[in-house]
């Protein structure tokens, strides 16, 4: 593996020599929970958010998480000592309950392991801006992973097979939707749809992860017009005038094609590329720098 620096319980060092235990219950059983920000010229956005998600979920799962330690010069440091401060990045904090016992009851585990890496954005993201992406549905079912989706836990199987997926089928993402039809959501993205200039997305309580860029869309669009937040279908998807996905790291990103099939006339919409711009413009705002220096 190419070298590059990692934050590891503490310490900053060579990705290829930070090591957890071989008892650490986040490679056992996936017991554990990341969040991914974005850093644009070093800085992340939206921390705040990210760190209160991971408490919240931290609490669900009864995993000691302090979102007062310093992330944000952690995340500060780490991009500037993996060259990548001058540009944009994705951070990811994976925290795991440590190492304990061979068993699904934790007992009384070591302490929870904190792992920080920084990685390059999808080089192909300025080019998907401009022409948008192509989605591939996917099936998934009910049940207990209703609850395990809206916590960004370490168990991302079906996202990894639904990335391969899509990626197999020549598209960007892949997208959620239950037995009746119901779509909820990217593997690692929330999906939205414009109808007659009205926003739709699926609720989060029909179990999908309360993305923060969602938050800060839905509030966005709120003052351009009327949102509505209800059950998302197939069959709205494929009459749709707009669709786009929101990340992190993506930010907002157009969707041109369902497998396929073009979205309206196949060219980035209208409500879709000015909820991007008011996007960046948030985002500016909220680091003090100039729109045009956020980059890529
Ligand atoms: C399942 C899922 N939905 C939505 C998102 C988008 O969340 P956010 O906007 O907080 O990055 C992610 C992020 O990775 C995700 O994994």
């Known amino acids: 593996m190419k070298s590059s620096i990692c934050f590891l319980n503490g310490r900053y060092l060579d990705t290829n020599d930070a090591t957890v235990s071989a008892l650490d219950r986040g490679f056992l059983f996936g017991e554990g929970l990341f969040e991914t920000w974005r850093t644009y010229k070093g800085q992340p956005f939206g921390l705040r958010e990210h760190l209160r998600r991971m408490a919240k979920s931290a609490r669900a799962l009864g995993i000691p998480f302090d979102p007062q330690e310093p992330w ?13 401060a001058a540009g ?17 009851i934790p007992g009384r585990a070591g302490k ?11 080089p192909k993201l300025p080019e998907a801006r401009m022409r948008g992406v192509s989605i591939h549905l996917m099936r998934c079912g009910r049940g207990v992973q209703d609850e395990i989706r809206q916590i960004k836990s370490l168990n991302y199987l079906p996202a990894i ?17 239950l037995d009746d039809g119901t779509v909820l959501e990217g593997t690692t993205s929330n ?3 414009v109808k007659r200039g009205t926003l739709v997305t699926t609720p989060v309580a029909e179990g999908l992860l309360p993305g923060i860029t969602r938050a800060m869309v839905l509030a966005l669009a709120r003052r351009l017009g009327p ?55 948030r985002v500016a705002r909220s680091l003090g720098m100039p729109v045009g220096d956020l980059g890529d």
């Open 88 to 104: 944009s990045a994705a951070v990811r904090l994976t925290i795991t309950r440590g190492s304990g016992p061979v068993s699904l």
């Open 112 to 122: 929870p392991t904190r792992l920080m890496l920084v990685r390059p954005l999808d």
């Open 191 to 193: 999906l939205f749809v």
């Open 227 to 281: 949102v509505d937040e209800r059950p998302l279908q197939i069959a709205d998807l494929n009459s749709a005038d707009e669709v786009f996905l929101t990340s992190s790291s993506i930010e907002v990103l157009p969707v041109t094609r369902i497998g396929r099939r073009a979205v309206a006339a196949g060219r980035v919409g209208e409500l879709t590329q000015e909820l991007e711009r008011r996007y960046r413009k």
């Open 161 to 177: 097979i639904g990335k391969q997926r899509a990626s197999a089928h020549g598209c960007f993402e892949a997208v959620y939707h």
């Open 72 to 84: 944000h010069a952690r995340t500060r440091r780490l991009t500037r000592a993996n060259d990548m």
